[in-house]
C-alpha cells in the first residue's frame, strides 16, 4: 500500500501528465499525487479496517520503512503482515544486483518488524528470469506476482518450491481506476461480484480473494466510501 517519498517513475500511463508535456524534474504533481496517500488517504483507509477488524497485509517498499514509520508503528500495532515489494518503486528488471535488492528489502523489515517478512510481491508484478530462484534462496516462503489461479499453487525452483498466493489484477485500485478508468464505484461493484462467484467455487475447496488498494487511488475522499462498503461484512461472509 505505501510507496517510498522519492517520484516514482512507473509506466507514464499511470501519471498525471504535465500541462505542458515532456518529461518535468522535479515532477510535483505526481509526486504530491502518491505522496497524498501516505499522509492522508492511508489514514482514512485505516479507519475502515478498524472498523470491521480487517487484519491487512502491507506490500511495503524497503526505503518507504525510514521515510514512512508512523505507517510502519500503525501496522505493527494491528500485527499487519509486512510482505517485500522492493526496495525502490522499480521495475526488477532494471535493479543493478536483485538478489541484493531482495536481501536489503528482507533485512529493513526485519530491523523494523522484528521478524523477516514471508511474502514477496515485485513492484508492478516485475519479476526476472531468476526472481523466484532467488526469493526461495533468500528465505521466503510465497510469491504473488503469479496472477494465474484463485488457489494457491507450487513454483518449481532451482532448490525447492516456493508457493504463489493469488493476488489479483481484477480487483485491484490500480487497473479499474487509472488504466481502465472506471468510476469509484466500480471498486464496489467488482468486488462484491468477484466474491459472489468464488463464494460459490469454494463449497468444495477454499478459494482466496484478494482485494488490492493504493492509499492515494482508494484513499481519495471520494472514492474511500466503496471501499468501505466492499468491505462490510455481509450474511455469505460471516459464515
Not at 43 to 71: M, Q
Not at 113 to 124: A, E, F, I, S
Not at 198 to 213: E, F, P
Request: glycine share 6%; with cysteine; net charge neutral.
Amino acid at each position: 500500500m505505501s510507496r517510498s517519498g522519492t517520484p516514482n517513475r512507473r509506466c507514464r500511463a499511470l501519471w498525471l501528465t504535465p500541462p505542458a508535456g515532456g518529461s518535468p524534474t522535479p515532477d510535483i504533481p505526481n509526486w504530491a499525487w502518491h505522496e497524498y496517500g501516505n499522509r492522508v488517504g492511508f489514514w482514512r483507509i485505516l479507519k475502515v479496517f478498524d472498523e470491521f477488524k480487517i487484519p491487512g497485509v502491507l506490500a511495503i517498499n524497503g526505503s518507504a520503512l525510514a521515510a514512512y514509520p508512523p505507517i510502519v508503528e500503525a501496522a505493527l500495532a494491528r500485527n499487519w503482515e509486512f510482505m517485500g515489494h522492493g526496495f525502490t518503486q522499480r521495475n526488477m528488471q532494471k535493479v543493478e544486483n536483485e538478489r541484493e535488492d531482495i536481501r536489503k528489502t528482507a533485512d529493513v523489515i526485519a530491523k523494523a518488524t522484528g521478524k523477516r517478512p514471508r511474502g514477496w510481491l515485485g513492484p508492478g508484478l516485475t519479476e526476472t528470469w531468476e526472481t523466484p530462484d532467488l526469493l526461495k534462496e533468500e528465505g521466503y516462503d510465497y510469491v504473488a506476482d503469479w496472477v494465474l489461479d484463485d488457489q494457491p499453487v507450487w513454483l518449481k525452483t532451482t532448490t525447492s518450491p516456493i508457493v504463489n498466493v493469488p493476488y489479483t489484477q481484477e480487483c485491484n485500485d490500480v487497473a479499474m481506476m487509472l488504466i481502465q478508468h472506471h468510476k469509484a464505484s466500480e471498486y464496489y461493484d467488482r468486488a462484491i461480484d468477484q466474491f459472489e462467484q468464488i463464494y460459490d467455487d469454494a463449497t468444495d475447496s477454499a478459494r482466496i480473494m484478494a482485494l488490492v488498494l493504493h492509499p492515494y487511488i482508494m484513499g481519495a475522499p471520494h472514492r474511500l466510501k466503496y471501499f468501505r462498503a466492499s468491505s462490510k461484512p455481509s450474511g455469505r461472509s460471516q459464515t
